[in-house]
């Protein structure tokens, strides 16, 4: 007669082997693939919305007129992330005023310019711009769609090497908040 320890001992041992034998056979997870760091380019406010981690593997978000690639921090900005309303938005405003409700980030293709923010708001902003500067590359600039055509049409012209010339830095445009601020 067999005795009911002796089958829960057997049963124990079969299941302790087919579970390592299984996990044996699996295969090892693949790493995630590596996304290439995307070329400088210009974006529109509308343009900028696809990268929210959802429409595009890719995560940016606007400081200032620069854009940053934040894919890396898809923790803090990705779906279910406590910062996505960041995500593919101008995120500025927000940074400024230590808020990420809906109506910090402006919408369509409209240009914040900023020029409403207090002194502390304006040097809140500047410390995050230094923290996203040296954690985030930067990726592009956030222009108006008028500006976006007149450096196509100009580049259609004449040509350029790099896309990122004939666009005046952060600090020297009159249509970025920075100049401003
Ligand atoms: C309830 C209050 C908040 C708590 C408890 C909180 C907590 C945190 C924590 C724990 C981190 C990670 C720090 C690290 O990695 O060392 C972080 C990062 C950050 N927080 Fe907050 N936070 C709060 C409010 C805010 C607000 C109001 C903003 C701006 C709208 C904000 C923007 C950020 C940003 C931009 C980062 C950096 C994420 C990155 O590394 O890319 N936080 N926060």
Do not use: C
Not at 37 to 46: D, E, F, G, I, N
Not at 62 to 81: L, M, Q, R
Not at 85 to 94: I, L, N, P, Q, V
């Amino acid at each position: 007669m067999v005795s009911p320890q002796f089958v829960f001992i057997v049963t124990l041992a079969a299941y302790i082997f087919f579970t390592r034998w299984r996990r044996m056979k699996q295969k090892p997870l693949e790493p995630a693939p590596e996304l290439e760091q995307p070329k400088w380019s210009l974006y529109t406010a509308s343009e900028l919305k696809r990268f929210n981690g959802k429409s595009s593997p890719f995560i940016f978000l606007a400081i200032k007129g620069d854009v940053y690639n934040v894919t890396e921090g898809g923790k803090f900005y990705g779906p279910g992330g406590p910062y996505y309303t960041f995500a593919g938005h101008d995120a500025s405003r927000g940074l400024a005023k230590s808020s990420f409700e809906e109506d910090v980030v402006p919408e369509g293709d409209e240009m914040d310019d900023l020029s409403d923010l207090n002194e502390e708001e304006k040097s809140t902003l500047n410390d995050w711009k230094t923290f996203f500067d040296q954690k985030y590359p930067v990726v592009g600039r956030l222009v108006t769609p008028t500006e976006k055509e007149q450096h196509l049409a100009a580049e259609k012209a004449a040509p350029v090497e790099n896309i990122s010339e004939g666009i005046p830095a952060a600090d020297s445009r009159s249509s970025t908040p920075s100049e401003k601020n």
